[in-house]
């Protein structure tokens, strides 16, 4: 599943200012001891809540949120680092409201977002080796919310989550934190699209509370570690290479310049190209990660040709169909005009057929994820390991508008699946129709599933089927 890539207003307050000094490498590296390597951000599941990088976190938080109380205008306070990524109190402050989903940004905007938020918890935690660690959700043992967050008398911890996250029978399913589907992209746009759904936005779903909602994610302690594994998976992407590369012909993507603070409270500017480096630019690295992918910003860069390129295939004129708490199917097309065409298709090494949902929206956070099934057969049950399972829909940073903060306008959510193994088993079994199935699915209580409870039912405005072309 991806979202669609668009460029909705984002340069907001961010690249409305005049004169811009970018980050130079003295200022990245302030603080830095000298003859110091990167610094190592940790695998929380490897941290005891002893763990000084643990206890230093706890510290930070504390501090930044009494700094909060005390002087609001403080952009190291929690509460202003938090409206950075999003908030509904109003008047907005410089800077806030800028996160970005929905956007080809969504990688290096919050990668900038995580160093200098990283760079204050080391000032307020008089802890100049501090390293944000990151929630490993992937590996099988790491699924439940990390034990230092449940603790009640920690700073870690928040009541507004869903209470089974915090009283430790909550896990995240399997499917939620997959990006294997996500890494079969070779292109950014595609890969950086569908991380965004799955597995970011089913997390947040997922754990609920503030983590829910854009407007109070970050307010969430847990949602920095999430993130940081977020970033983690773009040093994975572009190592898998392939032809994986940064949109490094994109100038808007290249550019536009982005507002945040220092550990002292100074404003500081970065652009995308200031952060495609983490272990040079940033000086951090990831605990047993490969060896980090080095790109660079040119000022004169022939643009590559395209490696893939989307047509139209069929237009599915069904109305907009609804998704609530029951199990729901709607046709896709008939196999017999199109039989032999849709077999070459499902079956070629270098054209994917995509199946698109367009103009999805809720009122408000459904506060579910919906497993997407294509040519499901209609009385088979829903499997995520079957051939027909395609990915999963949640909503998160678009598609929902309460979830409209500050100056930004409401944009509806944009999913596409690669639907070729899906297709070609529904032919072998000589169905009539191919269809598309969506199921709800909640969170694992005592590692078995739960029945979700849908806060806000979901409408699927256009479907379409397009063809993704390989040059």
Partial sequence: MTTSPTRRRFIGAAGAIASTTLIGSSLLNAGIAEGAGPFVRRDIGGLMATDPIIVSYRKAVKAMQTLSMNNPNDPRGWAYQAAIHGTRTMPTKLAWNTCQHGTLFFWSWHRMYLYWFERIVRKMSSDPTWALPYWNWTSASERHLPSM?????????????????????????????DYSAAFAFAGFADANGFIQGTPHGDVHVDIGGW???????????????????????????????????????DNPWKNTIWTFFDENGATVHMTSCDVLRAALQLNYRYEGEPAQVNEYCRLFFKPPIPLYYRVPFLHIPVPPETLGQERVSFPLFNTAPLREKLFGLAESQTRTLMLDFSNVVAQRQPGVVWEVYVGLPANAAANPKGPFYVGNLSLFGTGIRSDTHGNREFQPARFSYAINKAVAASLRLNEERVTATLVPHGILINGKPSTPKVLSPVRIGQVNILVEQRR
Avoid: C, K
């Fill in 149 to 177: 967050f449940r603790d009640v008398t920690s700073e870690l911890y928040t009541p507004n989550r869903n209470p089974s996250f915090n009283d430790g029978t909550g896990s995240l399913p399997a499917t939620d934190v």
């Fill in 211 to 249: 983590m829910g909602d854009v407007p109070t994610a970050a307010q969430d302690p847990i949602f920095y570690l999430h993130h940081s594994n977020i970033d983690r998976l773009w040093n994975l992407w572009l190592a898998q290479g392939g032809g994986r590369t940064d949109p490094l012909a």
